[in-house]
């Protein structure tokens, strides 16, 4: 009898969570960005990978930029991609997927909007960012709707690909990840797309290597047993947000 109630409340959580992936916000991607950022995120924090679209947040929150690359490098290589747009210097110097520098339990939030989808291991990332957050603390993810996209055409990352990158290493797929970004993002010739793919693995390329809509993303954080609770996934655009909040 419990273990049939616990399987009843463990359902009911997953349909719960599933429609909070159905409803919309603004439809401008920066508004509804903001609106959330004003609701969920105080104190000191950080965000990782900010380049011309740092999150705006509330008077008194405090932010500072992580990112892999000093400035220089950053314009030089983001400058052609956001001509005219103004890129963020850093604060801190570190990989944004391991957060090496920052101490567990040491920011009130950490904010990674289009970061998570261009790591090879999205459930190591996930294990760091919560980790330097301190209990009651906010992750703030912006993920892009893999419909409006070129990423429609490939299929949806699963959670059991996932595992299997996190257990084994992300090698075992790298090579079937750059293949689909050659075939669907750069549309190169179906005879091509083996060589394409080796030169961009090659080039160790900066693709998105996964896929999701918001109820695969939500699917995944059902099934990892992370110390967090999900507090929102809602659409905007092109994008998803996903609020999980670090248990006390």
Do not use: C
């Amino acid at each position: 009898m419990l273990r049939a109630r616990l399987k009843h409340l463990a359902a009911r959580a997953r349909r719960r969570a599933r429609d909070r992936a159905l409803g919309s916000g603004a439809p401008d991607v920066k508004t509804h960005r903001e609106d959330l950022a004003l609701r969920y995120l105080g104190g000191e924090g950080i965000e990782i990978g900010a380049l011309n679209f740092p999150l705006r947040v509330a008077p008194g929150v405090t932010v500072r930029y992580v990112d892999r690359q000093p400035h220089d490098e950053l314009v030089a290589e983001y400058g052609v991609l956001y001509p005219g747009a103004e890129i963020v210097a850093p604060d801190v110097l570190d990989d944004g997927e391991t957060l090496a520098t920052f101490a567990d339990a040491s920011v009130d939030f950490v904010i990674a909007n289009h970061m998570l989808e261009h790591t090879e291991d999205p459930i190591g990332t996930l294990g760091h960012h919560l980790r330097v957050l301190r209990p009651g603390g906010v992750l703030f993810l912006g993920l892009p709707d893999a419909r409006a996209t070129d990423d429609a055409g490939r299929e949806r990352t699963t959670v059991e690909h996932l595992l299997r990158d996190h257990r084994e290493g992300p090698a075992v797929s790298r090579r079937g990840h750059y293949e689909e970004w050659a075939r669907h993002w750069e549309k190169v010739d179906a005879s091509d797309v083996a060589s394409r793919a080796a030169e961009l693995e090659a080039q160790q390329a900066n693709i998105h290597f996964h896929v999701w809509e918001p109820e695969t993303f939500v699917a995944l954080l059902l099934e990892l047993d992370l110390p967090a609770e999900l507090e929102l996934v809602q659409r905007s655009g092109h994008e998803f947000v996903t609020v999980l909040r670090k248990s006390s």
